[in-house]
């Protein structure tokens, strides 16, 4: 029965799907306005959350100025959304005018020497276009780490999406195996490490935002593992629906970094995106369930009572 209704929810998610694509972004934006009313202002979706995070984050702005941000954030989180179901249709070529890249000279200086090398990204900006359109833009493969959703027809077909364009998919728990595809060619393994870290002992502490944050070791264990170099990639909105994507070296030579090192460039780099355009990362998000005070213990209520 529950593979049933799973199936069920797989046809109307069909349905959804190819409603985008023959929406025009016009329209696409019409609906998106009236979502976010919604989400906004009716659902109240963990609007709480959102304020938490702000104020902390920023206390040295006006409850006006971060009521601001709150209000852009929610019209830029709806956007995103249906900017995602969209572009798993949308012609590649008329994306790519969609989203432009800055600067190639990075990727094309690893892929003449043959190297692969870690993307380090955050959720800043539209992280999905971006899987969709670098098979386009580059020579190197790309590999994007995801978590499985729960529903697996929905899974696969969005899987399958993703992976027409290029961008090969790997469930977070075959990292390890996924890694060895840079054996036959260089890739390029994009890693979000932005989200809420729970495992306390691996977890690496850097400063982020004005708090000391625990932050997923991935992008630095495997980059010192296996010595490959990382790139930070960040993105700026032009307008709604046109994004610029930049980068910037953190190391290309991860061995030499001291414990702890990478990871803090890459949150320092974080910060000063989001600081540039604070509406565009996901502040919705429970970033921060374990972080540490002044004394430097571990602290687990920052979202208690919402």
């Known amino acids: ?59 040295e702005k006006s409850k006006k100025e971060r009521d601001q941000i709150k209000k852009k954030y929610y019209s830029f989180m709806v956007d995103v959304m249906l900017e995602s179901f969209k572009g798993y249709t949308y012609p590649a070529n008329k994306l790519q005018k969609h989203l432009v890249y800055d600067d190639k000279s990075l990727f094309e200086k690893f892929y003449k020497e043959g190297k692969s090398m870690i993307v380090a990204l955050g959720h800043q900006g539209n992280w999905e276009w971006p899987t969709q359109t670098a098979l386009y833009e580059y020579q190197h493969h790309f590999v994007a780490f995801f978590k499985p959703l729960k529903n697996p027809f929905i899974n696969k077909f969005t899987e399958k999406c993703r992976e027409s364009r290029g961008t090969h998919l790997c469930a977070i728990d075959k990292t390890r195996f996924a ?6 060619y260089p890739v390029g393994f994009c890693m979000a490490g932005d989200q809420n870290s729970t495992n306390m002992k691996r977890s690496i502490w850097a400063d982020f935002l004005g708090i000391k944050t ?32 930049y980068f910037t070296l953190i190391t290309d030579k991860p061995s030499e970094c001291q414990p702890g090192e990478i990871t803090q460039r890459y949150m320092t780099l974080l910060e000063e995106a989001i600081r540039k355009q604070p509406e565009i990362w996901l502040w919705s998000h429970k970033r921060w369930k374990n972080y540490k005070n002044e004394k430097g213990e571990i602290v687990r209520d920052f979202y208690s009572n919402l």
């Open 1 to 59: 029965m529950k593979r049933f209704f799973q199936y069920i929810c797989y046809l109307l998610y069909r349905c959804v799907i190819f409603g985008f694509r023959i929406t025009p972004f016009w329209l696409l934006y019409l609906q998106s306005d009236i979502l976010s009313f919604l989400f906004f202002r009716v659902f109240r979706y963990r609007v709480k959350v959102v304020d938490r995070n702000l104020e902390r984050c920023f206390p």
């Open 179 to 184: 890694f060895s595809l840079r054996e036959k």
């Open 214 to 245: 625990a932050c997923l070791p991935g992008t630095e264990i495997y980059a010192k593992l296996l010595d490959l170099p990382v790139v930070f990639m960040w993105s700026q909105r032009i307008k709604r629906g046109y994004y610029r994507q």
